[in-house]
């Protein structure tokens, strides 16, 4: 067993892919910026000085201290400083960002499900399903994706009980942008499974009565998953952005438990009265995770494209 697995990673450390991003300076910086960020903030708990999102931690007299000054009333100091409520801004960056990576994670792969689903029959059935199903992308890729969130966000409160909406805010959330960010997953497995079914596996699988999701799910979909992979990491950060401009506009997570894109809210309402850390540290952070998630869905696009070998 350990020398299977010992096997395995070793030619996974000799293989084209990993050499590419041993040569790459961007992506290996871009990796270490995201996966510092990510244990960051899984590990917040561990990490952060406080609970911001314990009421009774917060004491409103440490509220506006600057970073690494000492608060005239209770003595305290804090690293990043703190915001209108007290709350430690180091904490709420490493809580915010935990938040916005499972909003993120979790409507890529909502929306990964739709989409590949939805390609793989389109593309596997053509006729008038195939027909259907890219009208609908079509229609959805002529609007911006931020306002068809927009919209699905605001009809599925309209339909939750007021008193559970600050409870299902959040999958109502994932649900909004996973909704508004399928089309292109379909679109790319639609053109390659339409391309593999007429390959030669693929007919020799129907011919001796192979069942179609059978060939779907264990033939075509492995030999498809690489440009899907490719725009899954883009639209992790892209996923980010959107909950970030959701939550910035104020339609996205309750207040009592701010993302990144809360934070940098709430910190615009104090930029101009002097208080910039509360604005500027998370909107670092946020820049940070969505530029390194961006890089390195660029390098693994170049990587995983033939022409560019």
């Known amino acids: 067993m350990m020398a299977r697995l010992s096997d395995s990673l070793t030619r996974a450390y000799h293989s084209d892919l990993a050499y ?27 990490l952060a000085p406080s609970n911001p999102y314990d009421p009774a931690s917060l004491n409103l007299m440490d509220g506006f201290t600057p970073p690494m000054t000492e608060n005239a009333f209770t003595g305290n100091s804090y690293l990043l400083g703190t915001d209108n409520q007290g709350r430690d801004v180091l904490s709420t ?67 939750i009980a007021p008193d559970q909406r600050d409870t299902m805010a ?9 909704l508004s960010d399928w089309v292109q997953y379909a679109r790319v497995v639609r053109s390659a499974t339409m391309v593999e079914k007429n390959k030669e596996y693929v007919q020799a699988a129907r011919i001796i009565g192979v069942r179609p999701v059978v060939i779907l799910t264990r033939h075509i979909l492995p030999n498809v998953m690489g440009p899907v992979l490719v725009i899954a990491t883009i639209g992790l ?47 670092i952070a946020l820049l940070a995770l969505a530029l390194s998630v961006n890089l390195l869905g660029d390098w693994l696009r170049d990587a995983l494209n033939p022409r560019l070998r």
């Open 20 to 46: 590419n991003f041993r040569k790459s300076p961007v992506a290996v910086l871009a990796a270490l910026v995201a996966l510092s960020l990510v244990l960051a903030a899984v590990f917040a708990p561990l």
């Open 237 to 283: 950060a892209l996923a980010i952005i959107a909950e970030a401009t959701l939550s910035f506009l104020g339609v996205g997570v309750p207040p009592t438990e701010p993302s990144l894109g809360t934070l940098i809210r709430i910190g615009q309402q104090y930029l101009f009265s002097g208080e910039w850390w509360i604005l500027l540290f998370p909107a």
């Open 170 to 178: 959040i999958w109502v959330l994932i649900i909004s942008i996973g």
């Open 93 to 159: 960056i490493l809580y915010g960002a935990r938040l916005s990576l499972f909003v993120g994670v979790m409507a890529v792969l909502f929306a990964m499900l739709l989409g590949i689903g939805a390609g793989l029959i389109a593309g596997w059935r053509g006729g008038w399903v195939d027909t259907v199903l890219m009208r609908v992308a079509d229609v959805q890729l002529s609007f911006p994706s931020i306002l068809i969130a927009l919209l699905i966000f605001g009809v599925a409160r309209g339909l």
